[in-house]
């Protein structure tokens, strides 16, 4: 019996070829297609339904119902069977279509008469591309063979449509990969970029869904997945530590997983050519993945698709070594991307589009660090774009402009020609200092992470590095960093700064950072948990090693460093007596000390503001980070999109509380700064000049704007109207200030 169907399925899927072969129109070619199933399968009806648009399922073709109703049946995602089948891309199968929940009555087609409805989802990649039906006025269900043969006829229709068949006169479907498309997702790093496409994981595709001899390609599955197999173990002989093994076991697992290699030979005894069964069973996991609530689950399902494309690879000879050459000016797309890849990449990239990520995620912090424009949250951009597609990224709206049409390219090269213009102004001032027009001055220092920070130090002005966050040396490795490496980079950042200071801010993970190394905490909330200086204190092994580091690194010159995320005094003291035992310690193996020591705490929880005089006296310095005092202080989570932005800077409790925290440090002489995001932006900085912030730190490409800004400003009469606005009851100053920057010109 079974043998019976599969020689069944071959014989259709070699009809369909033959219809394909032709010069038909794509119409055509889909008519005959429904012809073609309805007889093999003996039903009166075969309906295909493609996507007119996101939301719009459409009629294409159809064996059985009434033609006139083609290209005019319509129904949204979701709407009668065709749209559940599309919505949940998963079959329906009833003897009772009427009865069937979610049935709608579409009274032109004439399909009243059809007592059994059968609809698998045409999908490709995760992509819904559309539902083919089978339907018949016997009432009965469709057995399992029959299901499973319509599956695969519809995995073959994925394929010719992204291949191009069904374009064409009365066109059925639009030719994909040509039409402009806007795309919206997040901003994670601000700036625009024009440029060419360049796929991280490059679109394989396959031309030959259909096998010619399914011999040959159990064979050619064979010696692929045999091919698989060796790579794997191979990575796993080379995995750096426990963690990483278990992974690649788990990929071992699926690749040596009988039931896969069942699946995608029958696949190819029911007709697919050897690729063609790897992507329907890729597709299905996709399908299974986003409805997946369990995260274990989803993980492994996201295993099995990594190994699905490797596979597909193997197969077709297309991936990274494909000879494709990468454009001069690429914009990097992915679903998601790791921090050390990214880095590989470097700075050729003129801009980053993701599907996943987020704006905390580490590669949003090299992204940052390394000051290309990036997108986070882009729905469908792995699907869309393709190699070498012209493309403009406006990080500043979070939009793709994806082979934008020529008033969008006229719009956008305006834009870019606009912020080339400011860029120079920047430069014009960047040697001048910080000085308003009532004549105080700011100091602006630069925020950093890398190696590949320290070139900016020089082009942007700055005084110094006022915040180098060294956990992103500990992010972007597979293991923890020696001692050795890590005094020998911290000494080629001081040497990079060439006497200009650099502020040291000891390891910060937990939270958002995650080092991929170290066994995640299952907290309930980890931006209260146990991140930072709680690490530190607690298992007080790295962060002896890296004061050490710093000690020696710094050999003789000054060293400043400071504390993140202090919410008390005592972890201050805790603290600092660990830099005292780590500078005893070198002393005693003979190295040379600092000629000078400076240790601070950054001010990131409002309890900090509220501790004893004697804390203030103590402390070396207080850098304020913004971000995570922003979200502590409003109860915003500063990565929740629906939150982060909720609660503005220039509201007046905040920018009250912050004044509080001058005061203090002025009277006992604390040095203060701020090193959080706001810093960077001209108008919070300006505001926070004017309340008595003397020294801010920022990204390197916010210098420019923010000196430009400030040394046209009077901070008396920004005082003035930020009094006024306090006066008035104004929930937020911004608006007051925005009106008199507008009348200042
Ligand atoms: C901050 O919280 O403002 C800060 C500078 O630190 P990070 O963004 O690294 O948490
Ligand atoms: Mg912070």
Known sequence: MAERFETESRKLLGRLRDAMAGDDPGQARLDKITQLIANSIGCEVCSIYLFRDEETLELCATEGLNPDSVHQTRMRLGEGLVGRVARRRQVVNTADAPSARGFRYMPETGEEVFSSFLGVPIQRLGESLGVLVVQSKQAREFSADEVYALEVVAMVLAEMAELGAFVGEGAAMGARHSQPVML????????????????????????????DDPHRELERLTEAVEELRVGVDKMLSLAADKEQAQVLEAYRMFANSKGWMRRMQEDISNGLSAEAAVEKEQSLARARMGQATDSYLR?????LDDLSNRLLRILTGQG???????????????RNIGPAELLDYGRNLRGIIL???????????????????LIVHVDRATLEALNGDHVMVDGEQGIVHLRPDDTVVT???????????????YASIRDKPAETLCGSVVSLHMNAGLMADLPSLEGS????????????????????PKRSELSALYARVLDAAGGKPVVFRTLDIGSDKVLPYMKPNDEPNPALGWRAIRVGLDKPGVMRMQLQALIRAANGRPLTLMFPFVAQYEEYTRARAE?????????????????????????????????????????GFLSIGGNDLKQFFFAADRENERVRRRYDTLNVSFLSFIERIVERCTQTNTPLSFCGEDAGRPVEALCFAA??????????????????????SNLDEVRRVIADARHRGDMSVRPAIMNYLRDQG
């Not at 949003?364 to 390394?370: D, E, K, M, Q, Y």
């Not at 719009?411 to 102004?425: I, L, N, S, T, W």
């Not at 006022?466 to 923890?480: A, K």
């Open 355 to 373: 599907e996943a990520g987020s704006v905390g995620s580490h590669a949003a912090i090299v992204a940052r660090a390394l000051a290309i424009p």
């Open 299 to 303: 993980e492994r399902l996201s295993d």
């Open 184 to 211: 919206r997702g997040t901003v994670a790093q601000e700036g625009v970029a024009e440029g060419r496409i360049w796929l991280h994981e490059p679109r394989v595709v396959v031309t030959n869904p259909i096998a």
């Open 691 to 712: 309340i008595g912030l003397r020294s801010l730190s920022m990204r390197p490409a916010s210098i420019g704007p923010v000196k430009s800004l400030l040394r046209r």
């Open 579 to 619: 830099v005292d035992k780590a500078m005893e310690r070198e002393a005693r193996l003979g190295h040379v000390l600092p000629e000078a020591l400076k240790v601070g705490a950054m001010l990131e929880t409002p309890s900090l503001a509220f501790s004893p005089q004697k804390f203030f006296e103590e402390v």
């Open 411 to 425: 719009a956008f090269r305006d834009k870019m020609a606009m912020q080339a213009k400011a860029v120079e102004r």
């Open 320 to 334: 990274a070594d494909t000879g494709a050459e990468m454009p001069a000016d690429p914009i990097l797309v992915a």
């Open 461 to 480: 002005g700055a005084e110094g590095v006022g915040l180098f966050r060294t956990e992103l040396q500990f992010l972007v490795r597979n293991q923890m």
